[in-house]
């Protein structure tokens, strides 16, 4: 069956040149370089690259719901960038067989002078819906969102949350054949993941849908997804069934950063971080050599502001291996603060680890602050930042899987004898 | 089914792909319309004022100070007329060659034909050369001044108008996001080009054997183009359109191929 792919692709590279400092060049760059060209001295030093995807060979199969994992920089997010065609591949090709639909961000090309109501109509078009198509879907979004009395108001007066709805709405209404969806379920409320998972599950158990779907939430792909691509290091290092795939992704972690060990995050891909960076963290813990369960622990984190800023709040936010949240241990109201420009170093302090002994992930985040006016409130977030590894303690009482949490036990009724 | 390869390095323009995402054009367009207006206080007014006050001023300096000549129209029409075409050429080129930064969150997402983005920007400023088209309709009728059948040569001087405009806005979208010196030298660059061009005074004033030479500016060709079919002022010469036709072509080809090689790169540089 010559069609049983929706994707393929052959040897498929990418290579990225990295820039020093500067994000983009200035014409003065290239003047200066002349000279030198012309006396041919020096020749031309070939620039930093890193092949973000290199030998990528896969097919992907129609109609089925395919998880992509790895660690960060392993190639995820490259991937779909080169399948949505949003950036070019240097080697190799990939040839899919559909209509691709891909879904990056919620609401991109969100205006927020337009209605809720005029949005709707440019984000569906720019994610490559016809007039139509979203005419007639339009009740169907507005639904879904639950924003419609908000419908002819400017989204730059909506909150958060109903942004997000509404931006939501619109993807979730998006039916191509082929679906790239990358980390759309990182963002939003428990509520909001809940429903971008049943939809999902929707779409891939609709006829004939392919999606393709990157994320960091092991627990989401897992349900989602019955075979995945293990990507390393802009590698394939393995494909197959995903339990077992996921199973050995997690063998492969390496398990905690060693306390007092500075982390460079300055690589890490993120959409946030323009005018303030979490650059680098650490755990760092009284004493003890590693991290214990139910201890104090410290977080450290440096961060670059470009001009003197204020930060509304940070977080350090635990989360399980396979990325479901536990706690946001820091700030996020307040007090304020005050960050000059340059680089400044963050302490999150926890009188105790509160967790059980495990393999935990922490995303750091520094926010806004709230009430600015400001659409998102988030200045930086480095999604697993760290890894933790709590270890039982020493001293630990004898059931050392339980975390003591204050609650009050008492008999309420008694049921009968 | 869609193959995707490395990019050649002058790419050709995918026509079809174009023609299949003219409502997302629309859309676009559309957008930056609202968006300009919603944001102004003046809103749609700046369409008929940024010329409006340009002829007064013109009127006052170069016409009563300067006694500039105008093919024997009144001067204030004369330099309306030109004002028009101008200020939908520098307003438009200023829009599309800052479209794809604005937009650079949308270039990292989605994937569309990126051509679109500079077009529609031009597109957008179209509404305001209607309006101030308009307001040029009445100052005719104002001076008594009715165009005679000249006029069925406008759609054609409006090509290389466009062809002109649209050719350099999508030019300096493409090299903006690689070189952001654009930004500088933008402002500098359109005031001089207003001075090459005929918009304050009349071709005529130049001497003959320079007048093709001039020509090499389209916008020469398009603006003495208008005011013959509009005004029924003397004719462009031969050498005039031929150059300017050639020169407008050059520009949309030019402006075309630098954007398709650029594009290449663009989600990696944004």
Redesign the interface.
Known sequence: MSDAWAVRTTDLGKR?YLGEGEQ????RD?LAGVPRRLLGRGARAEPDSLWALRDVDLEIPKGEVVGILGRNGAGKSTFL?????????????????GR?G?L??VG??F?P??TGR?NV??NG????M??NEIRNRFDEIVEFSGVSEFLDT?VKRYSTGMYMRLAFAVAAHLEPEILLVDEVLAVGDAEFQRRCLGRMRELATAQGRTVVLVSHNLDAVSQLSRHSIWLDHGRVRDTGPTPEIVDAYLRSRQVGTAPGEWVDLEGRTRSTGDEVRITRARITVNGAPRVESNEPLAIEFDVEARKPVTLGGAMARLATIGGTRLLDAGTTEGPSIELPAGASRLRIELDRLPVAPGSYAVDLVITRVMGSGRKRGVFDLVEGALDVEAHATDASPAIDALVPVEAKVATVEHLGD | ???????SSWPGVNWSELIGNR??L???TW?DV??RY??TALGAAWAILQPLMAMAVFTVVLRRLAGVESDGIPYPLFAYAGLVAWTFHSTAVTQAANSLIMNE????????PRLLIPVAAVGAVLVDFALAAIVLGVIMAIYGVAPGAEIVLLPLYLLVLFATTAGTGILLGAVN?????VRYLLPFGMQMWLFASPIAYSTSLVPEAWQPVVAINPLVLAVEGMRHALLGTPAPSTAVTITGAIGATLFLVVGVKVFRRFE??F???V
Request: net charge neutral; charged share 25%.
């Open positions: 990225y983009y060049l200035a014409l290239i960038k080169v399948l949505s065609r949003i950036t070019h591949p240097t080697t190799g090709s990939v040839e899919i067989d691709v891909s990056l961000e991109t090309g205006h002078e337009l005029e109509f440019l078009a720019i994610l490559g016809s007039g400017p | 089914m869609v193959r995707i390869t490395p990019p409502e997302l629309w859309f676009l957008r609202q968006v919603k944001q969150r949308i270039i990292a997402k989605v994937y569309f996001v690689r070189y952001r010196d290449t790169t989600a990696d540089d």
